[in-house]
């Protein structure tokens, strides 16, 4: 396997590394989308229960 990953031309490699980093994106964007539903739940409670 790590004679295939020699065998790599420039291009293959440069593909691979941006499909790791476009996931990568995906998922940052995936935990922030995710934590600012959190922080809204947790607003809204607190001003519904406020008094």
């Known amino acids: 396997?790590?004679?295939d990953e020699?065998?790599?031309s420039?291009?293959?490699r440069r593909l691979a590394?941006?499909?790791?980093?476009e996931r990568q994106v995906?998922?940052?964007l995936a935990y922030f989308l995710f934590g600012i539903h959190i922080v809204a739940?947790?607003?809204i409670y607190a001003v519904?229960?406020?008094k």
């Not at 590394?17 to 980093?21: C, R, S």
């Open 1 to 3: 396997m790590a004679d």
């Open 48 to 50: 519904r229960h406020a």
């Open 6 to 8: 020699k065998e790599l």
């Open 41 to 43: 739940f947790v607003m």
């Open 26 to 28: 995906w998922i940052f």
């Open 17 to 21: 590394q941006e499909t790791k980093d």
């Open 10 to 12: 420039p291009e293959q």
